[in-house]
Structures are given as C-alpha cells and as structure tokens.
C-alpha cells in the first residue's frame, strides 16, 4: 500500500468514527421550554451547589491546608464561589420570567465552573462525601440540560474520577 493510499484510509477511518461520535450525542432533543419546570430546576440547582459549599467547609483536605496546595485549594473555593452566584442568578432570572435565549450564557457557564469543580476537587482528593455533592449538582445539571441544547449537554466532559 503507498503512503497516499494509507493517508485516504486514515483519513476515512477518522471520519467514520467522527460520524459515529457525532451520532452518538445528537439523540438528545430539546424539550419544549416550561418556565415553571425550568425555574424549579434551577432552585435545585442552586440548592444541591449550597450542598457542595458546605460539604467543603466540611471537608479535612481544604481544613488542614499544610496538606494540601493553597493555590488548588483557593481555586476550589473560588469556583464554588462563582458557582452559588451563577445558580442563584440563575434562578432569579428565571423567577422574573426570562427564558432560554436570555438565561442561556448563564446556564453554560454554570456547566463550565461545575466541571472544572469536579476537576480541582480530583486533584485536591477530596473525600466521598465531596463527590456525593458534587454528583448531586452534576445531576441537576443534566435534567436543566435539554431545555437548553439538544446538541450538547451544559455540563463539559472531563476525565472521569
């Protein structure tokens, strides 16, 4: 087989599996916008984010800071900072009656700083009761999802714990 044969074979290869990627996350379908079901999701949301907050100030590894990194750690604490102000916008922009096009920005970047919890929260090793949290919040986020996107979930895919 010459080099330009195996370049059209790759290339194939890497299309097909795109296609088949692609596929894979376009199942899911945009659900019709009910603003009393999305506005509750978000209180949730923003409940179950309280939940992460305390279970940090719980949390030995973000207690004891000779343990840990201070720069990981500050930066956890921030981003659950930014995440309770997001959801509790959120929320209130809901409840005054804004819908998808208007809380759209506000709902990714709650995805984006949940993830990117969840990863610092990885690196920090936080303890059990830390990632119940953070699964809770990560499931709200899942059922706000299709009222958002039917292409991609809010919430960004990060390496697995």
């Known amino acids: 087989m010459n080099p330009l044969q195996k370049t059209n074979r790759v290339a194939l290869v890497v299309a097909a599996l795109a296609c088949l990627l692609s596929a894979g996350t376009a199942v899911a379908e945009l659900k019709p916008w009910d603003q009393e079901q999305v506005s509750g999701l978000a ?9 992460v907050r305390r279970a940090a100030l719980d949390e030995p590894t973000l207690r004891d800071r000779s343990n840990t990194s201070g720069r990981s750690t500050q930066q956890y604490l921030d981003t659950l900072r ?16 804004e819908d998808r096009e ?58 697995q714990r």
């Not at 209180?43 to 939940?51: R, V």
């Not at 930014?82 to 009656?97: M, V, Y």
């Open 82 to 97: 930014q995440l309770e102000t997001s959801t509790r916008q959120l929320a209130t922009r809901l409840g005054k009656g």
């Open 102 to 159: 208007q809380t759209l920005g506000v709902a990714r970047r709650i995805g984006t700083l949940l993830r990117d919890a969840q990863e610092t929260g990885r690196r920090l090793m936080l303890t059990k009761p830390s990632f119940d949290a953070i699964d809770r919040a990560v499931a709200a986020v899942h059922e706000l999802s299709p009222f958002y996107t039917d292409r991609d979930p809010l919430l960004p895919t990060s390496t």
């Open 43 to 51: 209180a949730e949301l923003s409940d179950a984010i309280k939940g």
